[in-house]
């Protein structure tokens, strides 16, 4: 029976949900690891809203805060099945030994199912991501053929494990960087650039294609174009399909979104802000690519200067000299370090500096990302939602957004969006925090 409130209706969200993922490196099996976990009793789903955080209802003086989980229809753990592509043919377990995140205790525990899950075959391009190489791709025939080949492995997945929905979401490598050109720009363009293999169509576009004809709602973790080129947006409105992106908002990105809202709200002024990682995993040497690094660094670059509005308090942020840079590191595997160096000024123009060092492990930080986004996306589908999910911002980057409109990047107005998304789902009236009704 579906749940109806104010024109919202939900379809309840009944048998299994599929979840594929492009890209079964340290982020994947470290998230997949972590489910059957949480599942077992083993540990919490520390990080995750829809597991962990409650959301308000009504006034303050109602007492009514239920956890998200229990207030939307959301598929549960036990309801979720794995699948999908990597250039390397290793099994989920040893896969996540060689990602080298989770302890060897932990993984024994929830070894089963993890060996039990093998990447089907890649679409790969080493033009796109030039410092990996693997054997376990498809070879041969035109992008279209691929993106064919693609669409038959969903429909296996779906049919061997008998699911009634599918959401997709990149887990893979950040591509080189490229903006959209001719053939991104209507899906006429863009169909006839797959038959004839055109060079600008990449391999996660190839995915978000396929997933979006198969109706499987898609979400890109990574800083490359893929869903935000207008052919593939005009793809998931025609067909009624949620799509969300980009980049997962995880270790610096994300302490910039915490410290700059509150410089701002201030009015303290920035002179400059150096930023710097070390990091030894996959991503890290990937990243070791100008091409690729030059994706990421568009990400990390955007939210400063969304946040801060230098066109708005040109006296504060006009000429913020800020740097981004990224540095590989083979011995840090995955336990990343974040560090930056914050040059503000007060009262008069005096200086003071912020320093910040955060010690973080990058796929800890993306794993109870990956859930919500997939539990999300499939409540958004259920709602009837298509096209971007802005109000998924909270966990990317760079948020996609219609065009003409600026991303928001504050964390905090951010997570105020999700919630009112939610609240309006289910009737409930919006939170402003104005909050005068108690003083009449």
Known sequence: MSQSKDNVTLAPADGKLGVLIPGMGAVTTTFIAGVEAVKRGIALPIGSLTQMATIRLGKRTEGRSPKIRDFVPLASLDQLVFGGWDIF???????????????????????????????????????????????????????????????????????????????????????VYHTASAVHQTLKDFEAGLAKSDPDISPSQIYAYAALKMGVPYANGAPHLTVDAPALIELARDRNIPI????????????????????????????????????GNRDGEVLDDPGSFKSKEETKLSALEQILQPDLYP????????????????????????????????????????????????????????????????LAQRAGMRGVQEWLSFYFKAPMTAPGLYPEHDIFIQLMKLKNTLRWMRGEDLITHLGLEYYD
């Open 244 to 279: 969300a992106g980009k980049d997962f908002k995880t270790g610096q990105t994300f302490m910039k979104t915490l410290v700059a809202p509150g410089l701002k709200s201030r009015m303290l002024g920035v002179h400059g802000w150096f930023s710097t990682n070390i990091l």
């Open 315 to 378: 006296e504060l942020y006009k000429d913020v000299y800020h740097k981004v840079r990224i540095n590989y590191y083979p011995p840090r595997g995955d336990a990343k370090e974040g560090w930056d160096n914050i040059d503000i000024f007060g009262w008069l123009g005096y200086p003071m500096q912020i320093k910040i060092d955060f010690l973080c492990r990058d796929s800890i930080l993306a794993a109870p990302l990956v859930l919500d986004l997939v539990l999300f996306l499939d």
């Open 89 to 175: 043919e290793e099994n989920m377990l040893e896969a996540a030994r060689h990602a080298g995140v989770l302890d060897a205790s932990l993984l024994e525990q929830v070894k089963e199912p993890l060996a039990a899950l093998r990447p089907m075959k890649a679409v790969f391009d080493q033009d796109y991501v030039r410092r990996l190489h693997g054997p376990h791709v498809k070879e041969g025939g035109s992008k279209m053929d691929k993106a064919e080949a693609l669409m038959e492995d969903i429909r296996a997945f779906q049919s061997a494990n008998g699911v009634s929905r599918t959401v997709m979401i990149w887990c893979g490598s950040t591509e």
